[in-house]
């Protein structure tokens, strides 16, 4: 069955390291695959999306890699700042042929001062 | 910035009556959805509308669960007769749905976190 896994226990790391977040996926040829922030009884936030063609994308202290071989993506956040504590969550098209969207169970990142 | 709105922000609610949830998208998208999270759970997808129809559901809209676009803002959720597990946040989203891949990023709306007691 299509699965998608994201680290369920929670990340915490000092504050100005990179945090690093994975998305594992199976039985799946996403069309593109997106990450999300979640706050606390909040809905989810575009952060950034990616296409299959592509290897990385950047914006700001953000970046995605996406490797189809290894069926994953890395979501980092550099010189991290306890703003951005929250959940983030991975979100992928399926295929390019549908508009539904699946999504991670996130991970919960935790910037310590 | 343009924003999804929806109302109510809470709504309680007694096993077996129905409910409503409003959703006011982006005026110029095209696709809608509605998720639901139950309390320390993922992001469900429940159904996406385009066109004024339904284009994918999930196999937990039932027959107990309807959308409908009744004029060109609104879109609602109705849940007919509601179920003690159909506790849950309900998100609405919406998609441009045109043009270059960064217009499929989905805007969320802030949810209505709903309890059937």
């Known amino acids: 069955s299509q699965k998608i896994e994201q680290n369920s226990e929670a990340l915490n790391i000092q504050e100005g390291k990179t945090a690093t977040l994975t998305c594992n996926y199976t039985n799946y040829s996403p069309a593109y695959l997106q990450w999300y922030r979640q706050d606390p009884g909040r809905g989810p936030v575009f952060l950034l999306l990616?296409?299959?063609?592509?290897k990385e994308k950047r914006k700001e202290r953000l970046k995605v890699t996406f490797d189809t071989t290894l069926k994953q993506s890395l979501f980092h956040i550099t010189a991290s700042q306890p703003a951005d504590s929250a959940t983030y969550l991975c979100a992928f098209r399926p295929t390019s042929g549908t508009y539904k969207y699946i999504f991670g169970t996130g991970t919960r990142l935790k910037v310590l001062a | 910035e343009p924003e999804v709105t929806q109302t109510p922000s809470h709504q309680v609610t007694q096993m077996g009556q129905e409910v409503i949830l409003r959703c006011v998208p982006i005026s110029n998208h095209l696709y809608f959805y509605w998720y639901r999270q139950i309390l320390g759970q993922k992001v469900e997808f429940l159904v996406s509308?385009?066109?004024?129809?339904?284009?994918?559901k999930s196999e937990i809209f039932d027959d107990q669960f309807s959308v409908e676009r009744p004029d060109g803002s609104n879109f609602t959720l109705k849940i007919r007769s509601t179920k003690l597990e159909d506790s849950a946040m309900y998100f609405c989203?919406?998609?441009?749905?045109?043009?270059?891949?960064?217009?499929?990023?989905?805007?969320f709306g802030p949810g209505t976190r709903l309890t059937v007691t």
């Open positions: 509308f385009y066109n004024n129809e339904i284009s994918e």
């Open positions: 989203a919406s998609i441009l749905g045109a043009g270059t891949a960064f217009s499929y990023e989905q805007y």
């Open positions: 990616i296409r299959e063609n592509e």
